[in-house]
């Protein structure tokens, strides 16, 4: 064998050596995105459980922009969290105004939206208390009932 001028390689080897960095590449473009996805899927449960922005950087080791940026995608902000926390679930309105509660079971039941999907805030109208129902996950306004009329 020259020491000048290595020995080539086949055609055929060369073509299936390409071939399968071709598989790997592709298998791992695959586990990168099903990273991701687990990555992103994991913040905004750390997000939805508490933790605060700079804490779920800390714990997943990206930046806080990154999260900032993955939360607005999910439609996560603080003052979502603020409504949630003082939102009350559909139950508690049962017990405590059953009239209430009967008026949004019968709009429950013809909209078909689960009870664990919305929460409940009572409103004062001028002359009515309003049954304002909000998704239970992005606090947006799904639906406003009126409760009881005021005289």
């Known amino acids: ?3 000048a001028h290595p020995a080539v390689r086949p055609l055929a080897d060369i073509l299936a050596d390409i071939a399968a ?12 995105r099903l990273t991701r996805l687990m990555r992103r899927a994991g913040i905004v449960i750390d997000f939805d459980a508490g933790l ?8 997943w080791g990206v930046p806080y922009g ?17 409504v949630l926390a ?7 309105i049962r017990r405590a105004e059953p009239a209430t509660g009967k008026i949004i079971d019968d709009w429950l039941a013809s909209s078909g939206t689960k ?13 009515a208390w309003v049954a304002v129902l ?16 005021i005289e």
């Open 21 to 32: 960095a071709e598989r790997q590449l592709a298998d791992l473009e695959t586990e990168r």
């Open 115 to 127: 009870e664990s999907d919305v929460r409940y805030f009572p409103l004062r109208a001028r002359k």
């Open 52 to 59: 605060s922005r700079t804490a779920i950087a800390a714990k």
């Open 66 to 82: 990154h999260v900032a940026a993955i939360l607005h995608k999910a439609r996560r902000t603080e003052r979502t969290r603020r």
């Open 134 to 149: 909000v998704d239970a996950k992005t606090a947006q306004i799904v639906k406003m009932l009126m409760a009881e009329r």
């Open 86 to 92: 003082v939102a009350q679930p559909i139950e508690r």
């Open 1 to 3: 064998m020259d020491t």
